[in-house]
């Protein structure tokens, strides 16, 4: 039977689909979706599957943060490529030793506070489209809290936890990930940044800060950078971050706060 | 002990038991990681042949994970019945597959060896099975469970309604579910996963659920899966609990990692019972598994994912579960590479559960940096139904928008019902027709009013 299963137009009806995002009211034709519903879906998996899969276009990323009049860096973690990465999270991880000098001869004993670091993460669409604008966006503030920023290290094949040893080369105080995170259907353009104060090989997650879901339709860039630098002055003024940190914040004289 | 296999004039060694486990295991992603899979597809064949050759009675023999140090090898040990073992105590793990394959192992055979059977053995014998000799075995093999209908008979097909929200919104849940009810989902349980774990958040999500369900007087069950402590004290301020959830693991230090121990869950068992809500005896428990739980906590000993996943459904069947389901892709491509693993991790993931007397059900499902597609899922969802599994998951449009995964939709439970020809629990497939979403044949019809304007007439959430 081919009949096509329409919602019911009587005027009564509320719609479903006004009170969630989640795909309802598709329709149907028997078991199957309606022909323009299913290609929006494989089209939404097509962009969320390019998003895993194509790489960062780092040099015109290093050319929209030179116009910014910032200088970058290009660092490797030991995955070597994409197929790698996704099988191998230990490995994203660490930082490859060839970036390990290059980061020395780029910023290390010049005694940076903040490390900022753009890695790609399981989303190059997040970083093509919202690394550079909330990095524009945030660091006029670093200077408003008098802090130093090393270059902006551009980081391949990268996990969150790759800024541990990326901050602990440059001896920063204290490193900000901008990472592309785990591309779902409805976006696969979402960066999340995490701060860790004290970065060192081996923190545990829970010594991080997130801010998630930065993107148009989710949190937006001006909001995240305010977040962030929030955070950032709190965890130059407790030394701490992590789950931890609220509380030491808490603890801080009423003249700190 | 080491064990041994020559082909063609090479020997193959292995060290001890989880050693020859892991090296036999099909490839999988996770087990690369862990560092302990076969170098390739010849040591893995000699790692099956010595297998196959191994006595039963050598898992009673050699723990995998020390009883000293771990209290799921305890507890595995202290249920095991040796008069239930009797029946197939001397054969090896190849004779073993021999004896499930046989026809005149019936479903009472295959039943009255359950509590003879450790999780090892299960996961040793699925090692050395196609997919086709374990769907064979499983179709064999029913666990009928009962709350406020019946789950898990012969040829049916049950489906938990998934109606989750990003922000846990009473409307978006409320649509979600609705949506869910119209395709005919929801026998097996209608149930959230809630945004955060607050006590306030859940008592609100179950009060509209339980709402939902006593207002269109559905057959089903309702749940939040909340972490147990925040069911039991939901419990403990009367809230309407239906089901109470948890996810668990094959060992006590990754079960630490969920937040929980044995002596927790049958605590959250017995608040669960008290109750009293489901039909007398009702089972109350719902529990979610998967390979790579253990790995990703750092709490797998060296041993292989599945037989880790195998042993997590010994702690599952200490507490008599309504619904068990491993959510088979979830976890990500660095357990569990591509479609061809996922599918595999269903099927077996599915076997061992039975075979070990657990209501098992499948999350049908995969993540966007998982190397599988669609397609993956129609396979394996249509296996599972060969393989007679008790229900599935199913989402609005394959897309949960809390959890960000693919799960099944709606849709494909109409296509198991309609083309597969595996109807719904008896007591839902009545209510389905009775109140005119589906004719006789079981074949969906039309949209009644009394579902689709239901949240006008809520009292929790207002039109």
Redesign the interface.
Known sequence: MAKV?E??S?E???D?RQ????????G?H????PTR?QLS??L??AR??E??WTSVDRTALTDRLNRLGLSAVEVDSMASDRSIY?????LGRLLEAASADRLKQAGAGKGYDVAIVVADG?SSSAVDLNAVPLIEAFVPKLSTLNLSAAPIVLANQARVALGDPVGEVLGAKLTIVLVGE?????A?DSLGAYITYGPKQGNPDSGRNCVSNIREGGLPIREAAEIISKLIGDMMKTRVSGVALKSAVAKLPSSQV | MAYKTTIEQTVFRFDDLKTLLAKATPER?GD??AGIAAEGPVERLAAQMALANLPLKAFLDEELISSDDDEVSRLIAARHDPAAFSAVSSLTVGEFREWLLRPETTHDRLKAVTWGLTPEMVAAVSKIMRLQDMIAVSAKRRVVTRFRNTIGLAGRLSTRNQ????TD?S??????A??GLL?GSGDAVIGVNPATDATDDYIRIVSLLDELREKLQIPTQTCCLGHVTTAIQAIERGAPVDLVFQSVAGSEKANRGFGVDLALLKEAHEAGRSLGRGMPGANVMYFETGQGAALSADAHFGVDQQTMEARAYAVAREFDPLLVNTVVGFI???YL?NGKQIIRAGIEDHFCGKLLGLPMGVDVCY????DA??EDMDTLLTLLCAANVNFVIT?????D?ML???SL?H??A??CR??LKRPPAPEFEKWLNEIGLTDRDGA?I??P?AL??Y??SSNLIG?
Do not use: K, W
């Not at chain 1, 028997?30 to 979706?33: H, T």
């Not at chain 2, 993540?367 to 998982?370: E, L, M, R, S, V």
């Open positions: 299963i919602p019911s009587t009564e009806r509320l479903l009170m969630t995002d989640a795909r309802v009211s598709l149907r028997g078991a199957g979706l519903a879906f494989l939404d998996h969320a599957r998003a895993v996704v099988r191998r999270p230990d399981l785990r591309p779902g259907l409805s696969a | 992603s690369q990681l109606p989750n929200h990003p919104d409307r978006g849940i409320i649509a979600s609705i949506d395709m990500g491509p660095e590479f993540t966007n940096h998982a597609d669609q989402v609005p449009g394959a897309d928008i960000n995964y693919q939709s849709h494909d109409v296509y309609e083309t969906l039309g949209e009013a689709s304007n949240v006008r039109a």
